[in-house]
């Protein structure tokens, strides 16, 4: 099937802002299961019958769809993995005495990664609180209720089905201060 070049830009485009689940979807569950569920016999499925939500280009077309010409320009820039001594090199002349953190990082940087949210660890080189930081004070912040928690189970499990009702008063004071 051909497509228009508007029509390739907004499926490249929802291709690069979500990924092969946007693809998936706009294109409807087409036969998926129809066979295996008995609606239709092998061999014998019918345009008509189908579930499409929309006509929507293979990944290999959007893949190979370049509107703006940008994959020569990426791939002549573009360095191999591993380490990049030259950036290394680079760094060393302009430092000036200021100390950094060479490490491995194996992993993508996802959408919702920001300043303010995501778990960022960088060996106490992060600006503000690092994650061990953050880490401790969560613990600090849940360590009473982990223990309250306890107290109620060994009770249950002491046989004491009722607590005093002094104690009962302390826990909802203490849940109403919680919240």
Not at 18 to 26: Q, S
Not at 28 to 52: A, D, F, M, Y
Not at 113 to 136: C, N
Not at 138 to 144: F, G, W
Request: charged share 25%; net charge neutral; aromatic share 8%.
């Amino acid at each position: 099937m051909r497509y228009s070049r508007e029509s390739k830009v907004f499926w490249k485009l929802g291709y690069r802002l979500f990924g092969g689940r946007f693809v998936h979807f706009m294109g409807g569950l087409k036969h998926h299961g129809q066979v295996v569920t008995e609606k239709r016999e092998k061999g014998c499925l019918h345009p008509r019958h189908s579930e499409i939500n929309f006509a929507v280009p293979t990944k290999n077309i959007l893949r190979q769809f370049d509107p703006y010409g940008l994959a020569e320009i990426v791939s002549e820039n573009a360095s191999s993995h591993g380490i990049l001594e030259s950036m290394i090199s680079t760094l060393s002349e302009n430092l000036d005495g200021c100390s950094c953190c060479l490490t491995f990082d194996g992993k993508k940087l996802k959408q919702g990664l920001t300043a303010t949210s995501g778990d960022v660890d960088i060996f106490r080189f992060e600006d503000g609180p690092s994650l061990t930081d953050k880490r401790m004070v969560l613990e600090d912040t849940l360590s009473p209720y982990k223990e309250l928690l306890n107290n109620i189970t060994q009770r249950e499990s002491d046989g004491i089905g009722e607590i005093k009702k002094r104690e009962h008063s302390v826990l909802y004071s203490n849940l109403q201060i919680a919240q």
